[in-house]
């Protein structure tokens, strides 16, 4: 009679059945283990091949690629010198300012350190935002082609300037009707027409 089939031992046979089905699952584990060490699932897979990059000069469409548009030409801006009136009553000071208009889409420095606004009467040369000016700013914008741009605007206190009167009382200009005219420069422009006003 055959001990596998018929376990000889002081225990009844289904205790003798139970350790062997231990052993054997034990048994089947171990094995079970090697084969996935061994085979190792999934490391068959390809892996992604990257995507190709874009070719050279090709736009990527990262709105921070976009180039910065050149440095203006400036005989392709025009300034024009603006007042907020054209005449002015005893005691009122004029505002002057300026806009800016480019032929093409541009980069352009603007700041204080590059403006001049200037007021004659006839040949003579009245006042000048140069003389006298302190801790001019830089500032530079972009001009969209065909755009007018306002610039800043300064009060002129209807006196003459000199840089030899920066830290004395200056004398104030004739009024009771006097013609003035207003340019302005900015870097390299400069406004083609004069801004007429009166003072009274």
């Not at 699932?41 to 921070?64: C, E, I, L, R, V």
């Not at 010198?81 to 300026?98: C, K, W």
């Not at 004659?120 to 001019?136: F, R, V």
């Amino acid at each position: 009679m055959s001990t596998f089939r018929n376990p000889v031992g002081p225990q009844s046979s289904r205790v003798y059945w139970r350790r062997r089905l231990v052993v054997l699952l034990g048994l089947l584990a171990v094995i079970l283990i090697v084969v996935l060490i061994v085979v190792r699932p999934g490391s068959g897979a390809t892996t992604p091949s990257p995507k190709p990059s874009s070719s050279a000069g090709a736009p990527s469409g990262n709105p921070t690629d976009a180039a910065t548009p050149p440095e203006c030409d400036p005989t392709k801006v025009t300034v024009d010198a603006a007042t907020d009136s054209t005449s002015y009553e005893a005691g009122v000071n004029p505002v002057l300012s300026f806009t800016l208009k480019s032929l093409s889409d541009c980069t352009m420095s603007v700041g204080s350190d590059v403006q001049e606004f200037t007021i004659t009467s006839g040949d003579e040369l009245i006042w000048t935002s140069k003389d006298c000016q302190t801790a001019p700013v830089p500032a530079t914008i972009v001009l969209k082609a065909g755009v007018p741009q306002a610039g800043p605007s300064i009060t002129w206190d209807r006196t003459r300037s000199s840089a030899d009167t920066c830290d004395s009382t200056r004398d104030a200009v004739i009024a009771g009707g006097a013609s003035y005219h207003l340019t302005v420069t900015v870097g390299e422009s400069t406004s083609k027409n004069d801004r007429q006003f009166l003072l009274y």
